[in-house]
């Protein structure tokens, strides 16, 4: 992204968590699935691949743990992409 001088805002979540509404955006009005991070524990503990959350719930459960974002997170105008797809990426960008 450097090289193709493409503006980036990072976030270091750990530290400046997101709030309900930040998800609430990111997520938009796709579905729930492609937002989850597959190799987290709680992921796993809660059987999600099976029986995938409701996005209020998803969102509930960020909030108390943010490792369950898939990330990074692209955003460019309307378009949403999670997980690192370097030809998707560059689709996006």
């Given at each position: 992204m450097q090289a193709k001088k493409?503006?980036?805002?990072?976030r270091e979540y750990g530290r400046n968590p997101l709030t309900e509404k930040e998800l609430?955006?990111?997520?938009?009005e796709g579905p729930i699935e492609n937002f989850?991070?597959?190799?987290?524990?709680?992921?796993r503990e809660r059987n999600m691949k099976?029986?995938?959350?409701?996005?209020d719930e998803a969102i509930r459960l960020?909030?108390?743990?943010q490792n369950l974002l898939?990330?990074?997170v692209f955003i460019k105008g309307k378009k949403r992409l999670t997980g690192?797809?370097?030809?998707?990426?560059?689709?996006v960008l």
């Open positions: 493409v503006a980036v805002d990072e609430r955006e990111i997520i938009g989850l991070n597959t190799r987290t524990p709680l992921y099976q029986k995938p959350p409701s996005k960020m909030l108390k743990d898939k990330r990074p690192f797809n370097a030809a998707e990426v560059r689709e």
